[in-house]
């Protein structure tokens, strides 16, 4: 059974960071494509970032410069470190991942991905 398990989220100020941690179990994440996406409160779910099979990144334009995406093979875990928070980045964050390796997903859209996780709230103070 595939698992994700998100952590690290919490209460920071604005131009503060965190890094958040998504542990995998019962799935190999080497070359599979993962991402974060986040929901704020009465807004869709949208795309942070992914990290695709083959390493490439994309970013949503309101993270880039601010967010990395990395994984830990060893660790089978996904990271997003966040920096520069604002409060516009208050949200549930969750990560996804693809239920098929070496599937490419070059786009930031929810429906690429099959498991996600139960979600980590990060909260930005002015």
């Known amino acids: 059974q595939v698992h994700l398990a998100e952590s690290g989220g919490g209460s920071v100020q604005a131009g503060g960071s965190l890094r958040l941690s998504c542990a995998v179990s019962?799935?190999?994440?080497?070359?599979?494509?993962m991402g974060w996406f986040r929901q704020a409160p009465g807004k869709e779910r949208e795309g942070v970032a992914i990290l695709d099979y083959d390493g490439a990144r994309a970013f949503a334009g309101a993270v880039k410069g601010r967010f990395t995406i990395s994984k830990d093979i060893a660790e089978n875990t996904l990271y997003l470190q966040m920096t520069s928070l604002s409060p516009e980045d208050t949200a549930m964050y969750y990560c996804?991942?693809?239920?098929?390796?070496?599937?490419?997903?070059?786009?930031?859209?929810?429906?690429?991905?099959?498991?996600w996780g139960q979600g980590t709230q990060v909260t930005v103070s002015s």
């Open positions: 019962g799935y190999i994440i080497e070359n599979v494509c």
């Open positions: 996804a991942a693809v239920t098929v390796p070496f599937r490419t997903c070059s786009r930031l859209v929810p429906e690429r991905f099959g498991y």
